[in-house]
């Protein structure tokens, strides 16, 4: 193995250490080869640019989230909805051609991310409002609802990066894990 892995956005391994850009890890568990491939597939060149697509999706659809919410006093449904309505559109150009550089179009494929961040809206902002409600069970409700959308953020952008790369814009055959390991 060379350092050349981590230029490209790779982990790399060595058998005593995990290697990130910039940050090296005691590598005891790695000594696993289902759970060394498990990671390689998913912290790749890939998972860094939707990194940044995400940081752009979380600025512009927080922005409107938390102004329709805070400012324009509308509920927590529709202001969660509407982050999401905006970065998903934006989300769809900027990870279709940037990140997963997927050139041709389809409905099916539109179709697919569609339902991609409907089942992910769903499960992410299901579970947080009980989750804030429960936690925070002596706060306001206003505080309960800023609580929950940021929860329900941070589980969606998890269970979207899995969604797209797999389902949405999962290349013809290709499969989370091949024969050795790779995406």
């Known amino acids: 193995h060379s ?5 490209r956005g790779k ?3 060595s058998k005593k250490v995990l ?8 590598a005891a568990f790695w000594r696993y080869p289902a759970l060394k491939k498990l990671i390689s597939a998913f912290f790749d060149k890939k998972f860094l640019k939707f990194c940044l697509v995400g940081a752009a999706n979380t600025l512009v659809g ?3 989230m938390f102004l329709l919410y805070n400012v324009a006093y509308c509920s927590y449904t529709f202001s969660s909805a509407m982050n999401y ?7 769809y ?7 997963f550089e997927v050139k041709e179009y ?6 697919r991310f569609a339902l991609n961040i409907a089942v992910c809206y769903a499960v992410a902002y299901g579970l947080a409002k009980p989750f804030a409600v429960w936690l925070l069970s002596d706060a306001s409700v206003k505080v309960q609802d800023n609580v929950a959308m940021l929860v329900g953020m941070v589980v969606f952008t998890g269970l979207n990066y899995i ?5 949405a814009f999962a290349k013809k055959g290709e499969k989370p894990l091949d024969k050795e390991g790779k995406s």
């Open 3 to 7: 350092r050349a892995g981590i230029a």
């Open 11 to 13: 982990l790399y391994f």
């Open 19 to 26: 290697y990130w850009p910039g940050r090296a890890y005691p």
């Open 62 to 64: 927080a922005g409107v």
């Open 85 to 91: 309505v905006v970065g998903s559109i934006l989300s």
């Open 93 to 99: 150009f900027l990870n279709k051609y940037f990140t």
């Open 106 to 111: 389809s409905v099916k494929q539109v179709l």
């Open 163 to 167: 969604g797209q790369r797999f389902f």
